[in-house]
């Protein structure tokens, strides 16, 4: 109606969104054809239907197992472009996009092929849609703390393609800590650092805490935690520190009881709140028109709250002073 209207003419800003998760089943198809590998599906539609998670880690393993057709340069240019002509078609004006290159690595792919195919099909979607983006690399969690550094210093030498360092994957015993290191490392090379302190996980609390007080982190990804921390609430808004929330996926796997509305709570709170997709490829492919249309009726989202929602996000982008002051 109305309000779909409103939201999908509004300008938008996207900061939590990964590109392996907007790997659609019918690009993951073309993919392995053109890369000679069988899938396990008879089709797209058989594909989908095998989309089905209860928690974080049954959906980690269907997000890493569909990844596995991104070979080759091109494959990480149409991937990344996909996604950014989706972005542009839906006024998302300006995107910084997550990337897992542990799990390329190990695949085999150069960090260059990876870097290097995002990057082209940024600068071509720029020039072609207007959409201008900027890529953050993700360290997973779960995996070693070794492999994410070599992961960082295979990524160092072309830090000029990157904005900054993440943090995802399982949360459950991988606190922000075992990346204090990396986090380091990354800062020296100028670059931001954010993470994920995801609901519903063990210990967010803390992980919350060092993230803010220890890491001094430049953003949360998620992070509806912190309602549980007055002290930790009045230290996000003091340092201003900005939260991408991403409805949709929390909504669709978290299964605690009594579902509590993290994004309401968020903004009443008077957090820095974005909204993001997370993951549109398995989350029934949503993106974030459709997020923020599930998110106004959930939270019961004002105009003006929806305007504050896309003011916070062009706000919270990591970009020089005079290119953010165009989108104000
Ligand atoms: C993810 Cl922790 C988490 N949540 C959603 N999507 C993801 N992709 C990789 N890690
Ligand atoms: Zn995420």
């Not at 990964?18 to 690009?27: F, K, N, R, V, Y």
């Not at 991104?70 to 839906?90: G, P």
């Not at 968020?266 to 974005?274: C, F, K, Q």
């Not at 949503?286 to 916070?312: F, H």
């Amino acid at each position: 109606a109305d309000i779909t209207r409103f939201i999908a003419a509004m300008p938008k800003a996207e900061y939590h969104v990964h590109l392996e998760g907007t790997l659609e089943a019918e690009m993951k198809f073309a993919l392995a054809a053109r890369n000679g590998l069988k899938l396990p599906f008879a089709d797209v539609a058989a594909m989908k239907r095998s989309y089905i998670y209860h928690d974080l880690p049954s959906f980690l393993a269907i997000y890493y197992d569909g990844m596995k057709v991104l070979l080759t340069e091109q494959d990480f240019y149409d991937l990344a472009y996909a996604y950014l002509a989706k972005a542009a078609s839906q006024t998302v004006l300006y995107t910084e996009m997550f990337f897992d290159p542990q799990e390329h690595l190990k695949r085999g792919v150069p960090m260059a092929a990876v870097i290097g195919g995002i990057t082209r099909a940024r600068v071509d979607a720029e020039r072609a849609l207007g959409i201008q983006s900027q890529l953050i690399l993700c360290f997973v969690r779960d995996s070693s703390a070794e492999s994410a550094m070599a992961a960082l210093d295979a990524a160092l030498p072309l830090k000029q393609y990157l904005v900054g360092v993440g943090l995802d994957s399982d949360e459950k015993g991988n606190p922000p800590e075992k990346f204090a290191a990396h986090f380091a490392k990354a800062r020296a090379a100028g670059l931001k650092v954010t993470a994920h302190c995801d609901v519903d996980q063990d210990d967010t609390l803390a992980h919350l805490r060092t993230a803010i007080v220890d890491l001094k982190v430049d953003r949360i990804d998620h992070g509806g935690n912190i309602l549980q921390s007055p002290e930790l609430v009045a230290l996000a808004k003091q340092r201003n520190l900005y939260f991408t929330v991403c409805p949709t996926f929390s909504g669709t796997l978290r299964t605690s009881t009594p579902p509590v509305d993290v994004l309401r709570g968020m903004i009443d709170a008077g957090l820095n709140v974005t909204v993001s997709s997370d993951d549109p490829a398995y989350m029934g492919s949503e993106y974030l028109n459709t997020v923020l249309v599930r998110a106004q009726t959930r939270s019961a989202l004002t105009r003006a709250e929806l305007i504050g929602l896309e003011r916070n996000a062009f706000n919270a982008a990591w970009l020089p002073a005079n290119r953010k002051a165009a989108y104000l």
